[in-house]
């Protein structure tokens, strides 16, 4: 049964408060009017709790603000939710993904992600396309999707808000590769969840990576935020010379910093006895000490690799979690250590990813106490690269 508003419902009992289920909860389709997202379609979710999320149908299905009882879980940047049709894959050698780059959940993918690279196309077969460029993270991020279906279904007395689509990236004498995606939300819940299928719909065998950046802001996000994950060493940093420069380590994180200089980590984790890798933010000292996190779960199986990112700079203030099929060095690295996934003709590879609200310190310390079940030894806020990737 929806628990709303300190009680159980049945679905004949809301029936009877209201007219529609929209009232407390639903799934409702819009399209923004204004600015650079004009004609963006979203759906916008409401489970009824606090908890309200928007998918960004015309931007791969992803999750774009996220938000519980009116305080900000996902990062909004100067960019906006800028409309794809503005989007230029090519632009500034490759970084021009960074003038789109916004939201709670941005999909990296499906045949790059990490950084721009200039890489073979012979696999393709086509005598004046010997190679393709490829930008920073990919090129699906900011692929319009097809709306394939998107509402309530009641099961007894339980309701589930869901949306499926298709986003589809393809080219001639390319690739052909398409994400089906289903987003579903229990009514009285604080958790949502992601599904993904990739499919190789070509007759070509196709490279593959996949990525999700799951960006958190603030309030999420503050100075003495933690975040908290079953890290069993520290595989690598993109600062590893110069750990304690900026006086902001891998847990503790800090406030806003003018010029502060990106971060990236990747850490090798432990998983449970079911294969699924807890992680996630909390920041113990929201709303006057109440707490608020939100807990993040994925399969290792699905992915192997794990990035943290910290971009604390003032006015980009935001953390990402960013499950991965790769390490971060890149695509040529995965190449050479013979770890690129290769999706033959008619392949596919699922993913997925659950987010659940922590609502206050005793869900906080549960959460915790989880973590360090799996992973006894503490974090090491300046952690030393091991430099080992083959555990």
Same mark, same amino acid.
């Given at each position: ?16 408060? %209201? ?29 009824? #709790? ?28 100067? =960019? ?9 894959? %090519? ?45 920073? @993270?990919?090129?699906?991020?900011? #692929? ?61 065998? =196709? ?10 802001? @603030? ?32 847990? #503790?994180?800090?406030? +806003? ?9 990747? @850490?090798?984790?432990?998983?449970? +006895? ?20 939100? %807990? ?9 690799? @794990? ?17 991965? =099929? ?57 952690? =030393? ?7």
């Amino acid at each position: 049964m929806p628990r709303l508003f300190g009680r159980d419902w049945s679905r004949r009992e809301l029936a009877a408060q %209201a007219g529609q289920l929209g009232q407390y909860a639903g799934v409702q389709l819009l399209t923004l009017g204004d600015g650079a997202g004009r004609g963006l379609r979203c759906l916008e979710f409401r489970t009824g #709790t606090g908890l309200a999320f928007r998918v960004l149908v015309d931007r791969a299905f992803d999750i774009g603000p996220c938000e519980f009882r009116g305080a900000s879980l996902g990062w909004q940047s100067p =960019t906006g939710l800028r409309h794809p049709g503005l989007h230029e894959n %090519a632009d500034e050698d490759g970084l021009g993904w960074l003038r789109s780059f916004s939201g709670l959940h941005v999909t990296c993918g499906l045949d790059h992600t990490l950084g721009p690279e200039l890489e073979t196309a012979a696999h393709y077969h086509h005598p004046h396309r010997q190679a393709v460029r490829q930008p920073l @993270h990919g090129r699906i991020a900011n #692929t319009p999707a097809r709306l394939t279906g998107h509402g309530e279904r009641w099961d007894g007395d339980e309701c589930v808000l869901w949306a499926e689509g298709e986003v589809r990236q393809a080219a001639v004498f390319g690739e052909n590769l398409c994400l089906y995606r289903r987003v579903e939300a229990r009514v009285g819940g604080n958790t949502f969840s992601i599904r993904d299928r990739v499919v190789n719909e070509g007759f070509s065998t =196709t490279p593959h990576m996949l990525m999700y950046h799951i960006n958190l802001g @603030h309030p999420l996000l503050d100075a003495g935020s933690r975040y908290v994950a079953p890290v069993r060493h520290t595989r690598w940093a993109a600062h590893a010379g110069r750990l304690r420069e900026q006086g902001v380590g891998s847990v #503790t994180q800090g406030g +806003p910093q003018p010029g502060f200089v990106e971060q990236v980590f990747e @850490h090798a984790m432990a998983a449970g +006895p079911d294969g699924r890798i807890p992680m996630g933010l909390v920041n113990p000292g929201f709303d006057g000490g109440h707490g608020l996190g939100l %807990a993040i779960e994925v399969d290792a199986r699905e992915f192997p690799c @794990h990035l943290q990112w910290q971009n604390l700079r003032s006015g980009l203030y935001t953390m990402a979690i960013e499950p991965s =099929t790769n390490h971060a060095p890149g695509k040529q690295f995965a190449r050479e250590r013979g770890e690129l996934i290769q999706l033959a003709a008619g392949e596919e590879r699922r993913y997925g990813v659950d987010y659940t609200v922590l609502d206050g310190s005793a869900e906080i310390e549960r959460f915790e106490r989880r973590i360090a079940s799996l992973a006894p030894h503490p974090q090491q806020d300046y952690p =030393t690269p091991t430099g080992r990737w083959d555990d």
